[in-house]
């Protein structure tokens, strides 16, 4: 993973990981994510995603972790992404409402959500929440529901 130097944008800060977030690779992501302590005017985190090649559920803790210390000085975190995986990721964990998804910093920025059926996501076909469960409790989605029925 390589990581861009924050840029201070008045009281938001912009961070850019690259390559993988996993486990390997947490430590390094949660101190981004968290930042130096010196700059406590900082209310707002954006984390921009797109160059994340791969991201699992230790990358979502990081997230979630900023989040709550972002929340607790009365600010936000918000994600800038178009990868399937990591709104994949997102929805499977519950987290979608939490971590809208924007498609630049700026609109991050601006908290102008982008919509998930947009088609730089794959469109509403990839996305769209398949009615029922699997036997699990769990929502199928999509093309994956195709194959769990058959």
């Known amino acids: 993973m390589d990581i861009c130097d924050p ?3 008045r009281q938001c800060r912009v961070v850019r990981a690259d390559g993988e ?3 390997s690779t947490m430590v390094a992501f949660a101190a981004l994510l968290h930042g130096p302590d010196l700059v406590p005017k900082t209310l707002s985190l954006v984390v921009d995603l797109r160059p994340v090649s791969f991201m699992d559920s230790s990358g979502v803790h990081g997230l ?3 989040q709550t210390r972002y929340k ?3 600010g936000w975190t918000r994600l800038v992404y178009h990868q ?3 709104h994949f990721l997102l929805w499977a964990m519950g987290l979608t409402e939490q971590f809208p998804r924007y498609a630049t910093t700026l609109d991050a920025r601006l908290g102008r959500i982008t919509p998930a059926g947009s088609s730089s996501l794959g469109g509403s076909s990839f996305l769209r929440p398949v009615s ?3 036997g699990l409790g769990a929502r199928a989605w999509g093309r ?3 194959c ?3």
């Open 7 to 9: 840029v201070s944008l």
């Open 21 to 23: 977030l996993d486990l």
């Open 64 to 66: 979630r972790s900023a």
């Open 72 to 74: 607790d000085r009365g």
């Open 84 to 86: 399937r995986g990591i």
């Open 132 to 134: 029922g469960t699997d």
């Open 144 to 146: 994956i529901a195709d």
């Open 148 to 150: 769990v029925k058959a």
